[in-house]
């Protein structure tokens, strides 16, 4: 349900997408980095008046300062190769969503997990346990926002996730009419964007049997292995929605990933 809305806790059949349809591989264990030393030949020389004991002794007493010091090195020293983790994907500020004519956006905190105002048309059913964060926007009246980024594995898993994503959109308008007799869908395709990998733009208006509407705009957008999901939401219908605004906030949304 769409914070701010008034769509009713509709129950979803969200299409299920297997591991294999979403580009799922095991992932083995790496190679192992080895470091290796070499030792450190000491051969004393022999001055007049200094006994060979004695300089051997403090030959070999240096020896082994070197070598603790080079030690210390290898176990305090990144190893050569070792993989840093990738930077977390970038959110959408308040003033970067449409423009609303009468009050002003609010933008909660980046969380983790999947958020519940996604759930009318998408859903995690299905799909892997990625790594999910989104946010949440709001305004004074009655219109919502929220961004989700999923990081997956790789660019394959994110390709096949982000088509995932858009066939729940596409038939959320046809699964919210079997789910209630209330209700009358309507889905509409806004076409695509050349961003990154790409992004699509599609909308979902409803009205109930006791005449509320409700209009949602939602998109996909993808870079490299990361998914990102927008929403924006009002009461009303597709008159009052500001799809050339949201266009623009999905390329930015896209674009701002990384």
């Known amino acids: 349900m769409v914070p701010g809305c008034s769509m009713g806790p509709w129950l979803l059949r969200p299409a299920v997408a297997t591991a294999d349809a979403l580009g799922v591989t095991p992932t083995g264990a790496g190679p192992t980095n080895r470091a290796s030393s070499g030792g450190i030949l000491v051969h004393p020389l022999v001055h007049g008046g200094t006994p060979m004991t004695m300089r051997i002794r403090t030959s070999a007493l240096t020896a082994l300062a070197v070598a603790a010091l080079a030690a210390g090195s290898?176990?305090?020293a990144p190893a050569a190769g070792a993989a840093t983790k990738a930077?977390?994907?970038?959110?959408?500020?308040?003033?970067?969503l449409p423009p609303h004519p009468t009050s002003?956006?609010?933008?909660?905190?980046?969380?983790?997990?999947?958020?519940?105002a996604l759930g009318l048309c998408v859903s995690t059913e299905g799909v892997l346990d990625y790594d999910y964060r989104h946010r949440t926007f709001r305004t004074d009246l009655d219109t919502n926002a929220v961004q989700l980024t999923v990081v997956t594995?790789?660019?394959g898993q994110a390709k096949a996730l982000a088509k995932h994503y858009d066939d729940l959109i596409r038939t959320c308008a046809d699964r919210l009419e079997e789910s209630s007799p209330d209700i009358d869908a309507e889905g509409?395709?806004?076409?695509t964007l050349p961003v990154e990998e790409g992004a699509h733009?599609?909308?979902?208006?409803?009205?109930?049997?006791s005449g509320t509407t409700d209009v949602a705009l939602l998109s996909v957008g993808r870079d490299g292995r990361t998914?990102?999901?927008v929403q924006w939401s009002q009461l009303g219908d597709f008159v009052n929605a500001p799809v050339t605004a949201f266009k623009k906030t999905t390329t930015t949304a896209v674009n701002k990933l990384y």
């Open 74 to 76: 290898l176990l305090t």
């Open 87 to 96: 930077a977390a994907p970038k959110f959408l500020s308040a003033s970067e």
């Open 104 to 116: 002003s956006w609010t933008a909660g905190p980046v969380t983790e997990g999947f958020p519940e």
């Open 153 to 155: 594995g790789t660019a």
């Open 188 to 191: 509409r395709d806004f076409g």
């Open 201 to 209: 733009v599609r909308g979902v208006n409803t009205e109930t049997s």
């Open 227 to 229: 998914v990102t999901v």
